[in-house]
């Protein structure tokens, strides 16, 4: 492996400016090339950076090392798999895939080539977020038995229509489960362990005309371990409350953490340890007008740059990442028994990714 890590940047959309600055300014990286599917979108975006344009396949001529997916979710498997087939290490947005299939294809060709499989969920790196999953390692709470989650944001019906891949289930794959509670139902299973069960219903109220995906959704949840967790997910509020996850373990301790504004770093709101100071709000004063997207993701870009600087000393060291295709996969299993229970009208179980492989 070379001294200097060349990377490269495909998909040229609103996240994606978090991933070429995180590599720009990495020491012993080198942000060679970023494609996209549309020529001039490729050309602004690479010049702001200093890299090459391409085209989304034409990026690996530039002998990377390592490539950010950062397209729409449908296109994933297709990227990652190519990736992996040139021997390059990658990082995916989240989620994975649409589909635990896709998922579990993308896993096997990058195992199969060798190569290293991340997947982005920057949240996970807050410093709130790390200590909540301490205080479970370390025994300050006991065994997690109860957890919940709320994501409760605003989105103009614009944000839909903006471009044509979101909206639909066959090019978002999802609604607001798939594309904002992702992060918390990722939260909660790293917390709780592994899901076994969700009961789940969703509706469109808001962007009905717009999209045919949900905006708002509620489940249960149950684990392996017995715990129970409950979620509210939606886009349909004016202005949006931010999102919290919160945990409850065997001793009776609780913690939580609240992300006020949306795309702010999450912050201890609970913290019932006894012998311990109680958290304050981090809420301030009152509710605040909501956040424009590229605001909410400039906010988060100090995550994502710690998540890729974590990715690339995996890569160096030739360990697995912090989040890997199959432990990004478990939050994907959520939402395909979500959207299935929600669809039947029944519980549902959990798939397992060795379910996918094997079939």
């Not at 709320?150 to 891949?165: E, F, G, I, K, N």
């Not at 509670?181 to 899901?195: K, S, T």
């Not at 001793?251 to 702010?264: D, K, N």
């Not at 913290?271 to 424009?292: H, K, M, N, Q």
């Amino acid at each position: 492996m070379t001294a200097v890590l060349r990377a490269g940047v495909i998909g040229c959309g609103n996240v994606a400016g978090n991933h070429a600055a995180a590599y720009r300014d990495l020491p012993g990286v080198e942000l060679v090339v970023c494609g996209d599917v549309d020529p001039d979108r490729a050309a602004g975006f690479a010049g702001r950076y200093g890299a090459a344009a391409a085209g989304p396949d034409d990026v690996f001529e530039y002998d990377l090392d390592l490539v950010s997916v950062c397209t729409p979710h449908p296109t994933h498997e297709a990227v990652v798999t190519t990736a992996a087939a040139h021997g390059v290490h990658v990082l995916c947005e989240k989620p994975i895939a649409i589909d635990l299939g896709a998922a579990a294809r993308m896993i096997a060709a990058c195992e199969a080539a060798g190569v290293t499989l991340g997947v982005l969920f920057q949240r996970r790196f807050w410093p709130a977020a790390q200590r909540i999953r301490a205080a479970i390692d370390d025994g300050t709470l006991g065994t997690p038995i109860l957890g919940h989650a709320s994501v409760l944001l605003h989105r103009d019906t614009s944000y839909y229509t903006a471009d044509p891949w979101r909206g639909t289930w066959a090019t978002d794959g999802g609604g607001v489960l798939m594309t904002q509670a992702v992060h918390n139902i990722d939260l909660l299973q790293w917390y709780l362990g592994e899901a076994v069960e969700v009961t789940a219903a969703h509706a469109t109220f808001k962007h009905g005309a717009a999209i045919e995906v949900e905006d708002t959704a509620v489940a249960t949840l149950r684990f392996a371990s017995g715990a129970l967790a409950t979620l509210t997910a939606s886009t349909a509020l004016t202005p949006g409350l931010g999102t919290r996850v919160w945990v409850c373990g065997s001793t009776g301790a609780s913690a939580g953490l609240a992300e006020y504004p949306e795309g702010s770093e999450g912050r201890i709101d609970v913290w019932a340890v006894p012998g311990t100071e109680a958290a304050a709000s981090p809420f301030g004063a009152g509710l605040t007008a909501d956040r424009a997207l590229s605001e909410i993701n400039g906010s988060l870009a100090p995550f994502h740059a710690r998540q890729i600087a974590e990715f690339v000393a995996a890569v160096r060291e030739q360990r697995d990442p912090a989040v890997t295709g199959r432990e990004a996969a478990k939050s994907l299993a959520i939402l395909t028994a979500l959207y299935a229970s929600a669809a039947s009208g029944r519980p549902e179980p959990v798939p397992t990714l060795d379910e996918e492989i094997t079939t």
